[in-house]
T-cell receptor, first 112, second 112 residues
Framework: QKEVEQDPGPLSVPEGAIVSLNCTYS??????FMWYRQYSRKGPELLMY????GNKEDGRFTAQVDKSSKYISLFIRDSQPSDSATYLC????????????FGTGTLLAVQP | DSGVTQTPKHLITATGQRVTLRCSPR?????VYWYQQSLDQGLQFLIQ???????AKGNILERFSAQQFPDLHSELNLSSLELGDSALYFC???????????FGPGTRLTVL
């Protein structure tokens, strides 16, 4: 079983739609949860970082963590064509081992 | 721009050869991480250095090695290259050992 599972998509939505991206993880010891955005052939860019269950909002982006279900989500409101990218969830244990474990990424296309 | 720089951007070489990838972390960051991104494996953690010392190892092949120098830049050495080593190699940096990681633009390695 992979430590992090992510629906690879691709996901195509019209401009203005609400997008929901999801990951599940297997180990309850994971403490930190991140979402990265990666444009084609570019480096991953950190979007959201959270360490507790609940919601965290930043502009049009909301990260949601449910530790009891081992489920993390990223919601994008009023999606724009510029949001078209691959979205990667990442988790780690924290502490001395800071290696990130990534999901496979979901390719999102927002159609104008 | 994350502040992490990587050189070269592209590298084309032949099987059996050796290459060196270079990374300069963000100003003030002491930790450097190396990741490999391939189509079949996704983004995988290779190795972490903190202030010149190896901190954590992931799925790094014995043919690969890395180091972090006193000025904090890091190099990833790949030797006896195989076709399967073709991938994007990313460097990331963070302030400490358990902080948010910021990724560089990557080096695209093609082994022919």
């Amino acid at each position: 079983q992979k430590e992090v599972e992510q629906d690879p998509g691709p996901l195509s939505v019209p401009e203005g739609a609400i997008v929901s991206l999801n990951c599940t993880y297997s180990n309850s010891a994971f403490q930190y949860f991140m979402w990265y955005r990666q444009y084609s052939r570019k480096g991953p860019e950190l979007l959201m970082y959270t360490y507790s269950s609940g919601n965290k909002e930043d502009g049009r982006f909301t990260a949601q963590v449910d530790k009891s279900s081992k489920y993390i989500s990223l919601f994008i409101r009023d999606s724009q064509p510029s949001d078209s990218a691959t979205y990667l969830c990442a988790i780690n244990y924290g502490g001395a081992t800071n290696k990130l474990i990534f999901g496979t990424g979901t390719l999102l296309a927002v159609q104008p | 721009d994350s502040g992490v720089t990587q050189t070269p951007k592209h590298l084309i070489t032949a099987t059996g050869q050796r290459v060196t990838l270079r990374c300069s972390p963000r100003s003030g960051d002491l930790s450097v991480y190396w990741y490999q991104q391939s189509l079949d494996q996704g983004l995988q953690f290779l190795i972490q250095y903190y202030n010149g010392e190896e901190r954590a190892k992931g799925n790094i092949l014995e043919r690969f090695s890395a180091q972090q120098f006193p000025d904090l830049h890091s190099e990833l050495n790949l030797s006896s290259l195989e076709l399967g080593d073709s991938a994007l190699y990313f460097c990331a940096s963070s302030v400490g050992v358990a902080n948010t990681q910021y990724f560089g633009p990557g080096t695209r390695l093609t082994v022919l």
